[in-house]
């Protein structure tokens, strides 16, 4: 069974600094993506960046980057110059595309930038 | 704008009593997707639909029912709502092929006494 592992329940960060979310995942699969999802106090389930497996280079979105390790089955977010609006809750997110389409999530970390 | 709808918002109610979540999406995707959120827990996925008529289980199905007879509507129904399916539940959208990513509805906070 495919599962998303998030070790860090809560983290904290100074504003304008840098830090990194962790993500391990377990899949026999060769093809899948992978996904970082926000979500604010308001609930709201916003998308942060997304990474297709085929791929070797590491997806950014301005101040957002992943380090996607696929042998090691690592997918880490890195969030630069942290903004308090970073402040959320995020997941990590798996779907394969070979045979079903499910989507697992990781059980988060509670991001809070301080001012 | 493009966008997912849910209502309703919020319910309470009391169990066994069925009722039912809409789910409205206006952006024609394929892939649409319940999934309920727990402390602790994280989403998981209920159950998922990558077409009119073609519906699967996710980590999460029992208690529940969907239906796709319409591509832009995917309604959650529980036929005898328990305690234990207290939740925020949230509606998702996207297309096949390409990304996979979704877009989410805001929520419905369903309690159940």
């Known amino acids: 069974a495919q599962t998303v592992t998030q070790s860090q329940p809560e983290m904290s960060v100074q504003e304008a600094e840098t830090v990194t979310l962790s993500c391990t995942y377990d899949?026999?699969?060769?093809?899948?993506?992978l996904f970082w999802y926000k979500q604010p106090p308001s609930r709201q389930m916003i998308l942060v960046i997304r990474q297709e497996a085929y791929k070797q280079q590491n997806a950014t979105e301005n101040r957002f980057s992943v380090n996607f390790q696929k042998a090691a089955k690592s997918f880490s977010l890195k969030i630069s110059d942290s903004q308090l609006g970073d402040t959320a809750m995020y997941f990590c997110a798996f779907m394969t595309t070979s045979g079903t389409y499910k989507y697992i999530f990781g059980t988060g970390t509670r991001l809070k930038v301080l001012a | 704008e493009a966008q997912v709808t849910q209502n309703p918002r919020y319910l309470i109610t009391v169990t066994g009593k069925k009722l039912t979540v809409t789910c409205s999406q206006n952006?024609?995707?394929?892939?649409m997707s319940w999934y309920r959120q727990d402390p602790g827990l994280g989403l998981r996925q209920i159950y998922y639909s990558m077409n009119v008529e073609v519906t699967d289980k996710g980590d999460v199905p029992e208690g529940y029912k969907v239906s796709r007879k319409e591509k832009r509507n995917f309604p959650l129904i529980l036929e005898s709502p328990s305690p234990n399916q207290t939740s925020l539940y949230f509606c998702?959208?996207?297309?096949?092929?390409?990304?996979?990513?979704?877009?989410f509805g805001p929520g419905t906070r369903l309690t159940v006494t």
């Open positions: 998702a959208s996207g297309r096949t092929g390409g990304s996979y990513e979704q877009y």
């Open positions: 899949t026999s699969e060769n093809n899948y993506y």
């Open positions: 952006m024609n995707h394929e892939y």
